[in-house]
């Protein structure tokens, strides 16, 4: 596709259960990024992919959430035991090369709420 | 740390300007500007990087000054279409000197464009 996609739209989880989101970036795109979106905020770093590389993950916020990206395309956000802070948009972005000259292309993210 | 934008909303009327600034406590290599309408992804605008440039796209334009870490987008002869939050994302340099394409994002100005 032409832009980055993202799946599910809309995920709700009960307390405890395990997620995975879905992340396609736009072909080519070397970097990939995640970010976590509460309402009414902007979009707040947790993890850094170059190609297959996971090069930064600081921003994770417990060791319940993990990143994956074995191919260096698609990528796999999972959450563990969701808890109810956990409920926020998770958006990816793709960009072409690693630095910071280039322009991030944003999913349109995956909600998620966990009840 | 979290750069500020000023001001969190601001209500025009078609035609009007505006402009949002964005401010950081640590030095800066590049500012990236992203406007998000409510349910979809950040769509980018520009991106400025340091050397105190100013850039333009249409009637949409920004500026950089690196001594200050500052930077404002100024909107002109605003248009419905322009309605929707903008974000700053700054991004740094590591110890090394080196970057990657991670950004800090402000809390976001909400506009508003009225006929």
């Known amino acids: 596709g032409a832009g980055v996609s993202q799946s599910p739209r809309y995920k709700v989880a009960k307390r405890g259960q395990d997620v995975a989101l879905r992340c396609d970036p736009i072909?080519?795109?070397?970097?990939l990024f995640w970010y976590q979106q509460a309402l009414g905020q902007g979009p707040e770093f947790l993890t850094y992919?170059?190609?297959?590389?996971?090069?930064?993950k600081s921003g994770l916020p417990s060791d319940r959430f993990f990143a994956e990206r074995p191919e260096g395309s698609v990528s796999t956000l999972k959450i563990q035991r969701t808890q109810q802070e956990d409920s926020a948009v998770y958006l990816c972005?793709?960009?072409?090369?690693?630095?910071?000259?280039?322009?991030?292309?944003f999913g349109d993210g995956t909600r998620l709420s966990i009840l | 740390q979290q750069p500020v934008q000023s001001p969190q909303a601001v209500i025009l009327r078609e035609g009007e300007d505006a402009v949002i600034n964005c401010s950081s406590s640590?030095?800066?290599?590049?500012v990236h500007w992203y406007r998000q309408k409510h349910g979809e992804a950040p769509v980018f605008l520009m991106i400025l990087l340091k050397g105190g440039e100013q850039k333009g796209h249409e009637k949409i334009s920004a500026s950089f000054n690196e001594k200050k870490q500052q930077s404002s987008l100024y909107l002109t002869a605003s248009q419905l279409s322009y309605s929707g939050t903008y974000f700053c994302?700054?991004?740094?340099?590591?110890?090394?000197?080196?970057?990657?394409?991670?950004?800090?994002f402000g809390q976001g100005t909400i506009l508003t464009v009225h006929p």
């Open positions: 994302g700054t991004g740094r340099t590591n110890a090394g000197g080196t970057s990657y394409g991670k950004l800090t």
């Open positions: 992919f170059q190609n297959e590389a996971q090069l930064d």
């Open positions: 072909s080519g795109h070397v970097s």
């Open positions: 972005a793709s960009s072409f090369g690693p630095i910071l000259n280039q322009p991030q292309h």
């Open positions: 640590k030095a800066l290599y590049s």
